[in-house]
């Protein structure tokens, strides 16, 4: 066609027009940049929506209020829809192209562990909100997590159970890297804690009818309680079977049960069911002279007015890590990398969602058991558990 | 729990997965049946009946929302059938194949964008999440005996559409010799469309009456695909019926499964079954054995 020339020369003419006004030239104080990995879309975007959501909210809070140091606060955020690939190829981008001074994310461990090396390599701190023991362990200079471990949530259900007197466990866990994680925890820690795991058995992720794994379960009379370490829909579906077959044991779930929707999901076989959670979950039960409350409150305020819906404790990793990173850039003073890292690293006594955190050059999670709070399902909501 | 109590659980168990096969392995083999081609996307279908219904159920009471899910749905389909399969008639039943994966994974981010990553369900049609039904030391839901219902009366309806109306056998006789159908005044095109559409519907009808168990989510589409898909091969494609037993058997393989070995090897024993199966009776167990009169009724 005659016609290719023109329209070809009538595109670029466009394309130069929309990107011209970009090539001017920085404005006088520049905002410090900070980038972000959130698995918005995706099978992991139960964790990213919200902590992407949550980000967004929280600059805009911080720049209403100044900024940091004088500075605006620029967030560069980037949906890896749960990919590893994504997550590397994006992370190589921040780091290079926007050259941003920290990365916060991503949502997943595998993610996290793809970009570790990476971050490390080039000197970028990397606040991760994934819970992998294996991201903090062997300790890196540059990486740093703020979600609780799995050891101390496992570590709170086994006392749990041992102040109900159950000893005598089963455990179901889903066939994904979250719950081969949680078995090997829960395996692991069973006999210090005198803990006895009469039956083990993992399902796939995307089963949709679980009565047959715990028929095997009920078949063992001698089972006191179920542990089941899964992400939705399977921690729904666990619940409603156990209550159909007649298992009347205490259900215990991981801490990624920590949003209200999955015990609306579950309906009336919610109630009952223990898990370890931040006590974001609860702020309106805890005492005011709580440390944490202040912050809850305000963070649950805010986000349920702005996006009509409820918090989660996954948002709150996303709060924690932004908070790190922003006290660790007040400390700081200049926004330099390696003065970031140090800054971080020696954080101490910085409240968050999570608990309150205590880095160190060997704990660069930085939260300790007193972090999680056993919570129970009563009346379709979230309270403490009362031993 | 006693062995004979824990092994009628187990039967139970097997019936209630069996019966989520089985209910999506019809509509596999509806489309199978009167087009030749096996419908990757029926996942989704399943998928999107019950995020419409749950969609609806917000406006109207549960029984008006499961109806609306089942026209919007099939409208879907037919819709699908017109714009993608109608031009492509001259393509061979591969790239027809290859195409359904495609518009599955289309189907699926659509869902994605339009619903978001949240897990939700229909209310239990009858009773509520921890009502189950007992007798002889076992239990189960009483929303399987709706998944059972509605799959005896799908198949008891397929089975006069097919037979007794018009349509019905217009439908059989484009399957069995397209050539003579043509020259018997039937339009192809249009029974094909039809067909799309019955299957989307069945497949929406599956959606909303498995939600309260299964719970819905943009993902399901897949992995119950896979299943419904193996269990209408186990069956024998070109028989509604034959579909429902491939479903229930492997829903109890599955359970026989998990009682004798670790549960993490129940899908290798239901697709090790399967295969076994496909080498010894290629045409599935319940199949004619040619391949012409695999599709006929």
């Avoid at chain 1, 749990?160 to 000893?167: E, P, Q, R």
């Avoid at chain 1, 999955?262 to 440390?291: K, N, T």
């Avoid at chain 2, 029984?63 to 099939?74: C, D, M």
């Avoid at chain 2, 002889?136 to 089975?159: D, M, R, Y």
Wanted: charged share 15%.
């Amino acid at each position: 066609m005659k016609q290719i020339p023109i329209i070809l020369a009538g595109l670029c003419s466009l394309l130069a027009l929309l990107f011209a006004p970009g090539c001017a030239p920085p404005a006088p104080s520049e905002p410090i940049k900070i980038g972000a990995l959130f698995s918005v879309t995706g099978p992991a975007s139960f964790l990213g929506a919200p902590e992407e959501k949550t980000v967004q909210m929280m600059t805009e809070q911080i720049n209403a209020a100044g900024g940091i140091n004088g500075r605006k606060l620029e967030l560069v955020i980037k949906d890896t829809a749960g990919s590893p690939e994504k997550a590397v190829s994006f992370a190589k981008q921040l780091i290079e192209e926007d050259k941003v001074l920290a990365i916060i994310g991503p949502s997943t461990s595998g993610e996290t562990m793809k970009i570790k090396d990476l971050c490390e390599e080039n000197q970028v701190p990397l606040v991760s909100c994934a819970a992998a023991e294996t991201i903090v362990v062997p300790v890196a200079k540059y990486v740093f997590k703020v979600p609780q471990k799995d050891s101390q949530a496992v570590t709170w259900i086994y006392r749990t159970m041992k102040d109900m007197g159950i000893s005598n466990i089963a455990v179901v866990s889903s066939s994904d890297g979250f719950g081969a994680a949680g078995k090997k925890q829960l395996e692991d820690m069973a006999g210090a804690e005198g803990i006895r795991i009469l039956a083990n058995e993992v399902y796939d992720k995307s089963a949709t009818d679980l009565t047959d794994v715990l028929t095997k379960v009920k078949g063992n009379s001698s089972v006191q309680a179920v542990v089941n370490w899964s992400i939705v829909p399977a921690q729904s579906i666990v619940a409603k079977n156990m209550k159909q077959l007649g298992l009347n044991v205490p259900l215990f779930q991981s801490h990624g049960f920590g949003n209200l929707k999955y015990v609306q999901q579950a309906g009336v076989a919610a109630e009952g069911i223990l898990f370890p959670a931040s006590r974001l979950l609860v702020v309106d039960q805890l005492p005011d002279s709580h440390r944490q409350k202040k912050l809850l409150a305000a963070y649950k305020k805010d986000y349920e007015s702005r996006y009509k819906e409820d918090v989660s404790t996954f948002g709150g990793h996303a709060y924690d890590a932004l908070t790190v990173v922003v006290e660790g850039l007040k400390k700081a003073g200049t926004p330099d990398r390696q003065k970031l890292r140090d800054a971080i690293e020696n954080l101490k006594d910085v409240v968050g969602t999570a608990g309150v955190f205590n880095f160190s050059a060997t704990d660069h999670t930085g939260l300790d058991l007193t972090a999680f709070e056993m919570l129970t399902v009563k009346d379709g909501k979230f309270t403490l558990n009362k031993k | 729990m006693d062995n004979g109590s824990l092994a009628l659980q187990y039967l139970l168990s097997g019936i209630t997965k069996g019966s989520i096969y089985a209910v999506v392995a019809i509509g596999f083999n509806l489309i199978y049946s009167a087009t030749g081609v096996i419908n990757f996307a029926q996942g989704e279908f399943v998928m999107l009946g019950g995020m419409v219904a749950v969609t609806l159920a917000f406006y109207v009471p549960l029984p008006v929302a499961v109806a609306g899910a089942v026209a919007i749905v099939a409208l879907v389909g037919c819709l699908l059938e017109l714009t993608l399969f109608r031009r492509l008639r001259r393509h061979s039943i591969l790239h027809l194949v290859i195409i359904t994966i495609g518009l599955s994974i289309v189907i699926q981010e659509v869902a994605l964008h339009i619903w978001d990553e949240k897990v939700r369900s229909l209310p239990y049609f009858s009773g509520n999440e921890v009502s189950s039904i007992r007798f002889l030391g076992a239990a189960i839901s009483p929303q399987v005996l709706w998944v059972l219902g509605t799959v005896g009366v799908v198949v008891l309806g397929l089975h006069i559409f097919l037979r007794y109306t018009l349509r019905g056998r217009a439908m059989r006789a484009c399957s069995s010799n397209p050539e003579a159908a043509m020259l018997a005044g039937i339009n192809i095109p249009n029974m094909r469309t039809l067909a799309f559409g019955l299957s989307a519907a069945l497949g929406a009808l599956a959606g909303c009456v498995i939600s309260p168990m299964t719970m819905t989510h943009y993902e399901m589409g897949a992995p119950l695909a896979i299943k419904g898909f193996a269990a209408a091969i186990l069956g024998g494609l070109g028989n509604p019926m034959a579909a429902v037993a491939g479903g229930l058997l492997v829903g109890l393989i599955e359970a026989a499964s998990v009682s004798r070995l670790p549960a993490v090897y129940s899908d290798v024993a239901a697709f090790a079954i399967l295969l076994l199966v496909l080498f010894v009776r290629p045409q599935g167990l319940f199949g004619a054995p040619s391949s012409d009169a695999v599709r006929e009724h």
